[in-house]
């Protein structure tokens, strides 16, 4: 479903990425762990298509889409979740889950219905503010609006930050059934030992801007495996 081929990028004349090959298959749930300023939101960033590859394809379903803008690549149907959420603060939950309306055009199926019995926190509170909602609150938010599209891959960008603890179980069960449930294909990139534990089937380990490693689901349930990539 997603193809990264020896992916080079850079912020103005300082390389960042390179080398970096990743594949993600239709139905699978793959994560990308690293340490702080490895290169991961540069990785995703430039998967969504909102920073330009120096060199190198990403193939999106078949096609190549390495030159394409991020909005393009959104309504092909990749939903995108930023690191530190982004939603708008002061717009209502249901507002901007609005905002999430227009990500893959192919699809005219809204999933509101799915969306508020994942994430039931925001029917209750669809008419308040999002800014006055809690880190994990505003997690399922942003979700919940990449969800509302209904794409067929999902990027998050490390989706327990600010987030506490106990919620970010219930955030990796929640993702865990969307993958199920929707057959979404889930991309995540990740310094959380817990949710790339359980929530990876596969994870990719990234250092200084390229890949170090791959692990399967076996060495993924090594607390020592996993450790070595992230910080201590
Ligand atoms: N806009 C920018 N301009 C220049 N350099 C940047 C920019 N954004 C990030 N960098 C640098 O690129 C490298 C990778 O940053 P990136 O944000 O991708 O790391 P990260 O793995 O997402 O880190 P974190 O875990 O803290 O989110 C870092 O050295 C960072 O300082
Ligand atoms: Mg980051």
């Known amino acids: ?21 990743v594949r993600v298959d239709e139905g699978e749930i793959v994560g990308i762990m690293g340490k702080n300023g490895v ?25 190549e889409v390495t030159d394409d803008p991020a909005d393009s690549r959104a309504r092909r149907g990749i939903g995108y979740i930023p690191q ?31 969306v508020y ?5 925001l029917e209750e509170r669809r008419e308040q503010d999002a800014g006055t909602m809690s880190g994990g609150q505003q997690q399922m938010l ?19 930050e600010g987030v506490q ?12 059934r969307v993958n199920e449930e929707l057959g979404t294909t889930i991309l995540f990139v990740e310094q959380n030992l817990h949710v790339v534990q359980n929530l990876a089937e596969r994870c990719y380990a990234i250092d200084k801007g390229t890949i170090v ?5 076996d060495r993924l349930e090594s607390r020592e495996a996993v450790t070595e990539y992230l910080a201590v």
């Open 39 to 63: 290169g991961k939101t540069t990785l995703v960033k430039a998967v969504i298509g909102l920073l330009e590859a120096d060199e190198g394809t990403i193939r999106f379903d078949g096609d």
């Open 165 to 176: 603890p106990s919620i970010v179980q219930d955030v990796t069960r929640d993702l865990e």
């Open 84 to 114: 530190g959420r982004d939603v708008f603060p002061e717009l209502t939950v249901e507002e901007n889950l609005r905002m999430g309306e227009t990500i893959n055009e192919s699809n005219g199926d809204l999933q509101y219905e799915a």
């Open 213 to 217: 490693d791959e692990l399967g689901s």
């Open 1 to 21: 479903m997603l193809e990264i081929t020896n992916l080079h990028t850079s912020y103005g004349k300082t390389p960042i990425l390179r080398d970096v090959d």
């Open 142 to 160: 942003a979700i919940g609006r990449a969800l509302i599209g209904n794409p067929d891959l999902l990027l998050l960008d490390e989706p327990s």
């Open 117 to 121: 019995d994942y994430f039931p926190v």
